[in-house]
């Protein structure tokens, strides 16, 4: 910056370090990307194109959550290896097949919409498990037999296909996964996603730069400008977030994805009433499909 004189890109950008403050310590404190904050600013105030957002996702979640990453490992703050293991090779298979095949596929509207009301769906079952006296957690996840290796493997997939779309997803599937089906606790889930979300994002922003090459100058002023903020605020969220209780973990994740999925509506506005329907389902059937995986896992455990 000093050696190319680039501060002038603070007087027509100050907007996005200012919007990533938010982001940056979400990303450190939560399984959801900086994404869930920055994409309702990023498309309605600054009209920014969603290509563009997910770039810079890429680009700035690289700094931010490895930042947020090497203060985990420092300070040894509890994580899940093996599923950061498993996960993150399932992820690096979604992200590629994503980018070469579903980018020009899938309609983007539809596909938000779909994820967003699917998160949401989480958010009311993890409220539901999380405030209930009878939920028993763990520290640590034996993933003993081979289909809960192979269960961690498809769900790093699945998340690597929506990291793909739009940014990050693979760290909120698998938190979904490890909270629900396996009873982790969300202190350790949390910063088991960040450094997870920080392999996939790392990769994915070298893909795009190197291999797609759809990486474009001014998202690199975008990115320029919001480095500063993220390798402070990231890592800043991580250590903060250690100190919340198990339940402030889960409220303060539920909160986000709320914010995420009203945001995701008042931009996207589902007007059709196929739209509105999908939303609706794809809520109801999200729940099920939760609440099935949570009680699948409390008869393994009475078994």
């Known amino acids: 910056m000093v050696t190319n004189k680039l501060f002038h890109i603070?007087?027509?950008?100050?907007?996005?370090?200012?919007?990533?403050?938010?982001?940056?310590?979400v990303a450190g404190a939560s399984a959801e990307g900086g994404g869930a904050i920055a994409f309702p600013f990023f498309t309605l105030l600054l009209n920014i194109e969603p290509a563009s957002a997910r770039n810079f996702a890429?680009?700035?979640?690289?700094?931010?959550?490895?930042?947020?990453?090497?203060?985990?490992?420092g300070k040894k703050i509890p994580i899940e290896k093996k599923i950061i293991m498993y996960s993150s090779i399932g992820s690096l298979i979604g992200l590629t097949l994503g980018t070469f095949f579903l980018l020009d596929i899938l309609?983007?509207?539809e596909t938000k919409l779909f994820f967003v009301s699917f998160w949401l769906s989480f958010a009311l079952v993890l409220a539901f498990t999380t405030f209930r006296n009878s939920k028993c957690v763990h520290t640590n996840v034996n993933l003993d037999h081979i289909h809960d290796k192979l269960c961690v493997l498809i769900f790093g997939i699945i998340g690597g296909l929506i990291t793909s779309l739009f940014g990050n997803g693979v760290d909120i599937?698998?938190?979904?996964?490890?909270?629900?089906?396996?009873?982790?606790?969300?202190?350790?889930?949390?910063?088991?996603?960040?450094?997870?979300?920080?392999?996939?994002?790392?990769?994915?922003?070298?893909?795009?730069?190197?291999?797609?090459?759809?990486?474009?100058?001014?998202?690199?002023?975008?990115?320029?400008?919001?480095?500063?903020?993220?390798?402070?605020?990231?890592?800043?969220?991580?250590?903060?977030?250690?100190?919340?209780?198990?339940?402030?973990?889960?409220?303060?994740?539920?909160?986000?994805?709320?914010?995420?999925?009203?945001?995701?509506?008042?931009i996207l506005r589902p007007l059709s009433i196929y739209q509105l329907t999908m939303c609706l389902s794809t809520i109801v059937l999200g729940c099920l499909f939760f609440i099935i995986m949570h009680k699948k896992h409390k008869r393994k455990l009475h078994n």
């Open 10 to 25: 603070y007087y027509e950008f100050w907007t996005i370090p200012l919007i990533m403050i938010l982001g940056s310590f």
């Open 58 to 73: 890429f680009a700035i979640q690289s700094i931010g959550m490895t930042s947020a990453s090497l203060l985990i490992i």
């Open 107 to 109: 309609p983007q509207k």
């Open 173 to 266: 599937i698998t938190f979904c996964l490890v909270t629900l089906r396996f009873n982790l606790c969300e202190k350790v889930a949390t910063p088991t996603s960040v450094i997870l979300m920080t392999i996939t994002t790392i990769f994915g922003f070298l893909l795009h730069l190197l291999i797609v090459k759809d990486f474009k100058n001014e998202e690199f002023i975008y990115w320029l400008s919001a480095i500063p903020i993220v390798v402070i605020f990231a890592p800043l969220g991580a250590y903060i977030i250690k100190f919340f209780s198990r339940e402030l973990v889960a409220v303060f994740l539920i909160s986000i994805i709320v914010i995420q999925f009203i945001g995701g509506v008042f």
